[in-house]
């Protein structure tokens, strides 16, 4: 029903900054829960940060929390994730995903993912 598409990962140095963008698809995106998860090779996919449909709550992993701020604008179909502070550890693919549910931690709730967008990070 949605499509999502990632951008703006790319190689950074411990301590900068990066926007991620994650545009989608489809006339129901406002009703949709959405999510940043990320993976590092051989790992599982893992929650980064949700937001709910209307954007008034908001949730992240205690790793990132702090220094990433997840947001949406429903009239342009846009999800973003602010990223500051990056660290070494931050490293990984980061994915967009939807969801026609209430805002889950749990990736396997979410039916929608986007290519993904990779982030690295060099100490």
């Known amino acids: 029903q949605v499509q999502l598409v990632e951008s703006g990962g790319g190689s950074v140095q411990t301590g900068a900054s990066l926007r991620l963008s994650c545009a989608a698809s489809?006339?129901?995106?406002?009703?949709?829960?959405m999510g940043w998860f990320r993976q590092a090779p051989g790992k599982e996919r893992e929650f980064v940060s949700i937001i709910n449909w209307s954007g008034l709550w908001t949730s992240y992993a205690d790793s990132v929390k702090g220094r990433f701020n997840i947001s949406r604008d429903n009239a342009k179909n846009m999800v973003y994730l602010q990223m500051n502070s990056l660290k070494p550890e931050d490293t990984g693919v980061y994915y967009c995903?939807?969801?026609?549910?209430?805002?889950?931690?749990?990736?396997?709730?979410?039916?929608?993912w986007g290519q993904g967008t990779q982030v690295t990070v060099s100490s």
């Open positions: 995903a939807g969801s026609s549910g209430g805002a889950d931690p749990n990736a396997r709730n979410y039916a929608y």
């Open positions: 489809g006339r129901t995106f406002s009703s949709y829960s």
